[in-house]
């Protein structure tokens, strides 16, 4: 059980790492029609878009004006609560039917960490002090049938005067100063 929690905190670290060394992807090949990328000026010439409630500053992201991508679990099928302004940013195939799940967040730590308290009603522990990395596991582990423990781990990425985890997916980078890993329960398969 110490070794997989380990290594799961180790594998976790390691994908921070690799996307803040990482070179910004590429689209894969063939995903635009030839009239995008045809017309890049037009898309650069078009005016910003203005925030929904005007109350909000521009630079707050709330979810009426964050758009939505389809391939964005819901909480449903996580089995966790989300954040409310977290923002998806992939998954990754941890192995035995499960993925793990990264969001990033503007929000300090304390906050998110207070948040899942709240919602989880687990106190969870700190796993890591610096950079501070807190873990809430959530349902029994099976080594049998799983790669990681289920819940959510809140990590840091401001640590150390870091300006956070670098986010390219959305054609600007942008930095979160805090990032929320998600590891639901395997999906288990139905048999006949």
């Known amino acids: 059980m110490r070794i997989n929690l380990c290594l799961g905190g180790l594998i976790f670290l ?17 995903a635009g029609t030839s009239s995008e990328s045809e017309q890049p000026a037009q898309a ?6 203005q925030p929904v409630n005007p109350e909000v500053p521009a630079n707050v992201v709330t979810e009426e004006a964050r758009p939505i991508d389809p391939l964005t679990p819901t909480e449903t099928e996580l089995g966790f609560p989300l954040y409310p302004t977290a923002q998806y940013i992939t998954s990754y195939d941890a192995g035995r039917n499960q993925r793990y799940y990264l ?26 002090d610096e ?4 873990w809430f596991q959530i349902g029994r582990f ?31 980078t942008e930095r979160f100063p ?15």
């Open 178 to 192: 805090t990032i929320i890993q998600i590891v639901p329960s395997p999906v288990v398969s139905e048999t006949p």
């Open 103 to 128: 969001f990033g967040t503007t929000a300090v730590f304390e906050d998110i960490v207070a948040y899942y308290r709240t919602v989880l009603r687990n106190r969870g522990r700190t796993i890591f």
């Open 14 to 30: 390691f994908v921070g790492y690799v996307t803040v060394n990482a070179q910004t992807p590429q689209p894969f090949p063939g």
């Open 44 to 49: 650069e010439a078009s005016p910003p878009l």
């Open 131 to 134: 950079p501070p990395t807190h």
């Open 142 to 172: 099976r080594e049998s049938t799983m790669a990681f423990p289920p819940g959510v781990t809140v990590k840091d990425y401001t640590w150390a005067g870091s300006a956070g985890y670098p986010n390219a997916t959305a054609g600007t």
